[in-house]
């Protein structure tokens, strides 16, 4: 499997990935959006898109969506929940369903809402651990949830699907915001030297040249997966009156904060 990381280059600094299968080079594209950018990719890539996957129903992760059909026949795939809301989806996903292209490109969905309800993320089951998360898990830090979202439910897909995933799973989120998410996370953990050096590392990067996390690295400086950290408490204890320790109550007045910050 080889995954390509694609830089809009635009205001909201949206990524899209095309994953191909080397020996078949069939290959997914994965919420385009620039149709220009993606078909040059996949041109100089030489593979054959078959398949669209929307993670979610924003529109800066479906506008590609008709030049890549146009241009490749692809078929379009999206959660179940949002067929009514994308145009032209062919596949409603249910987590546990698998999305395959040649013999070594096969993702299985996780349904996971809370940035928005029909948002599904993909984990590669074959190679390397992967997961392609869209707008729900962003290097260091969480998707909002003000747009048709629902942030308890954002708490357990991270508490119940992702703190679990191996700490060598690799993320490929929707967007590049870790410069802006690491200073949140000083904000809320001055004292993480962890994030102050990766701070100084990702300044030193171009979005398209930005390192890709893990789920160790994320554990680490994410503050959404910290939520049992005394600095972080004792911050929101500070700031909200009656401010409970329970981790829910935690992950809401974090993701709080962040909306305003």
Sequence with gaps: MKISRIYMDNNLRNYCHIIVCEESKEAIMLDPLDVDKCLTEAKRLDCNITKIINTHEHFDHIEGNPGVVAATGAIIHAHVNAMKTIPNVSVGLKAGDVVEVGSTVRLRVLDTPGHTLAHVCLLAEIGDAVLFCGDTLFNAGAGHCRMGGDVKKMYHTFAEQLDVLPDNTKVYPGHDYIENNLEFSLSREPGNQFAKNLLAEVSQQTAATRMVTTMELEKKMNPFFRLD???????????????????????????SLRDNW
């Design 229 to 255: 950290n005394e600095e972080i408490i004792s911050g929101l204890k500070h700031d909200f009156s009656g401010q409970k320790e329970d981790a829910e109550s935690i992950f809401t007045s974090l993701r």
